[in-house]
Every structure is written in C-alpha cells, then in structure tokens.
C-alpha cells in the first residue's frame, strides 16, 4: 500500500516562498498520479495541483497559476510543490495524494493520502 508523508510546512511572510515534500513508500510513486490539496478551517478540501504518473502532465487551481509548482522526482520517490509569492489565503493544511485515474484535481479519485503539513502565511 502506498503510504505519503509530507513535510516543509510552516509559517511564512506574505511574499514569501515553501517548498513542500510528499515522500512515498511501499510502492514507486512513478506509478501513481499524485495530487495536492488543501483544506483551510471551515472549508472544504480543494485541488491545488497535481501531476500524472505516465507523462509528466500537470494541472494548477487558477487560484495557485503561475505561482506554485509541482515536480517529481522518480529517484527520490518525492513530489515537491514549490510555492512562491504565499498570501495569506494560501493558509491551509495541505496534503499529498496518490491515485490511479490521473492528473485530477477531483478529491474523490485519490486512493491514498498523508497526514497533511501546516502552511500558515502571516506577517
């Protein structure tokens, strides 16, 4: 089964940058897609981003374009979301997620998901 552990959350400025980690284990994360999300207090779970197992294709909430990233990497079984130019409504427990019906930001397709990191942005 696979198992997601994120990590690299924590409090940052408005303007500022985190880079989170989703590090796998019990299977290669090159065969799942995997997807980030987040969940602020009084709100339900949304896609933030997602990247598809089979060609490296990516997806981004309108909400996070052209300031966020998602990458993977194959050899160190991790997918990283850089984040850049944080505001405060960014603020959310984010979670990593993997599933096997591709690059979506829908919740539902998500078999497997990890505990979350905190992302407070906040002066």
């Known amino acids: 089964q696979l198992q997601l552990v994120e990590s690299g959350g924590g409090l940052v400025q408005p303007g500022g940058s985190l880079r989170l980690s989703c590090a796998a284990s019990?299977?290669?994360?090159?065969?799942?897609?995997i997807g980030w999300f987040r969940q602020a207090p009084g709100k339900e779970r949304e896609g933030v981003s997602c990247?598809?197992?089979?060609?490296?294709?990516?997806s981004y909430a309108d909400s996070v374009k052209g300031r966020f990233t998602i990458s993977r990497d194959n050899a160190k079984n991790t997918i990283y979301l850089q984040m850049n130019s944080l505001e405060p409504e960014d603020t959310a427990v984010y979670y990593c997620?993997?599933?096997?019906?591709?690059?979506?930001?829908?919740?539902?397709?998500?078999?497997?998901w990890g505990q979350g990191t905190q992302v407070t942005v906040s002066s």
């Open positions: 997620a993997g599933g096997f019906y591709g690059c979506t930001l829908f919740r539902h397709r998500y078999a497997y």
């Open positions: 019990g299977f290669t994360l090159d065969a799942y897609a």
């Open positions: 990247i598809s197992s089979s060609d490296g294709r990516t």
